[in-house]
């Protein structure tokens, strides 16, 4: 084992030390602990709701709304998984909730357009040549494809995981996943367009 | 996570540029106060249902602490240890009325003393900054046992607490590891899954 490689365990392991502090802190009523862990995380999920949903008020809201369900059921939290794979999972659920709630009561999803020029607008998702590119045309994509495209392809979770936070089959995903690689590369304009 | 996007085609350019993203993104404002203005004050649970996660978290944990030291039963013999190494490594306590298995104990108060042989050979800033990562583990390690105390049995609070001592053993082997050869990888492998 490496010097870096012993460094980066000692670090991971002091950074879980801390996180497990705080969520038995959190779990005992301490708001405060729960903001930390807001602070620590509040990154990763937003960047989760934003990517899925293309749109900034609405990673706003499922940002908050996945935060007010963790510290409800934080008390359920299983620790084995983190805290962080934990809040993807109900962030995701956050995100879907708001979607059938849109389809409920105007009848068809959110405007991916609307929300992608809000987006680029503000210039909020990355502003460095290719990562805007690859961004603004993730946001493009059907809503389907694109929250799959983003848990495997932009977080790693594999298609099984993947499948299960947004309640498909596993084919599916595999189909929603290749359909957006597909699409992407359109817009992107490589090779993988034709494939 | 196994990365089933990254990996189907591993030299295509939309795999690079995917992977390239970054994983946080920090919101434009504060989301803070709105999300603290709607959290609920924590209700406590009734008495007999923390008598009965207390008896059912028990048993679980005994039997987790036990099926570990069955299989470290080849593992070799530990030392006696010394002063120092009862500083570096934290005593291994599930609240006011239960404490982990002797030999358990013994296995990291060798792993203990292991460490504090590596530590007098490590540079001063490599050592301060391990004990200072050991001594984070320690105080969540306290945090969460003052909370046990609090809750006994509590199944959230047994299995972070579990998983504190398990870094802090991963943490200890692998710094024997590095810095020479000693039991503490085989130690490490067999009571780290406890």
């Known amino acids: ?195 | 996570m196994n990365g089933a996007g990254h990996g189907e085609r591993p030299d295509g350019r939309i795999d690079a540029a995917l992977a390239s993203l970054p994983r946080e993104l920090p919101p434009a404002r504060d989301l803070w106060p709105d999300i603290e203005s709607r959290l609920e004050p924590r209700r406590r649970r009734g008495a007999w249902a923390w008598q009965a996660a207390a008896a059912i978290a028990l048993v679980a944990v005994s039997s987790l602490v036990t099926a570990s030291l069955v299989r470290r039963a080849d593992a070799p013999v530990a030392r006696t240890s010394t002063q120092a190494s009862q500083a570096a490594v934290m005593p291994t306590t599930f609240g006011p009325s239960y404490s982990l298995n002797a030999e358990y104990d013994m296995a990291r108060r060798q792993l203990a003393t292991d460490l504090e042989q590596r530590l007098a050979g490590m540079p001063p800033s490599a050592r301060q900054k391990l004990e200072a990562n050991l001594a984070e583990m320690h105080r969540a390690a306290a945090e969460i046992n003052v909370a046990l105390a609090r809750q006994p049995g509590h199944p959230l609070l047994e299995e972070l607490l579990l998983n504190t001592y398990q870094d802090e053993l991963g943490v200890l082997a692998s710094v024997n590891q590095l810095t020479g050869t000693a039991p503490a990888a085989t130690a490490r492998q067999e009571n780290v899954k406890l």
């Open chain 1, 1 to 195: 084992m490496s010097v870096a490689a012993n460094e980066s365990e000692l670090e991971r392991a002091r950074l879980a030390a801390e996180e497990r502090r705080l969520v038995a802190a959190a779990v005992k009523g301490s708001s405060e602990a729960f903001e930390r862990l807001y602070r620590l995380h509040a990154g990763k999920v937003y960047g989760l709701c934003l990517r899925m949903t293309g749109n900034r008020e609405a990673a706003e809201d499922c940002t908050q709304e996945a935060f007010v369900q963790a510290w409800r059921s934080l008390p359920r939290f299983e620790a084995r998984s983190s805290f962080g794979t934990w809040m993807h999972r109900i962030a995701v659920n956050a995100v879907l909730a708001r979607g059938r709630r849109r389809t409920e009561r105007v009848g068809a999803a959110e405007s991916i357009e609307d929300g992608l020029m809000l987006t680029l607008a503000d210039g909020e998702i990355g502003d460095t040549g290719d990562g805007l590119d690859v961004e603004a045309a993730i946001a493009s994509l059907p809503p389907g494809a694109r929250q799959v495209l983003v848990l495997a392809g932009v977080y790693g979770y594999s298609h099984e995981e993947t499948a299960s936070m947004l309640g498909l089959a596993v084919g599916t995903c595999k189909a929603q996943l290749h359909r957006a690689r597909q699409l992407l590369g359109q817009r992107l304009g490589t090779e993988e367009a034709s494939r």
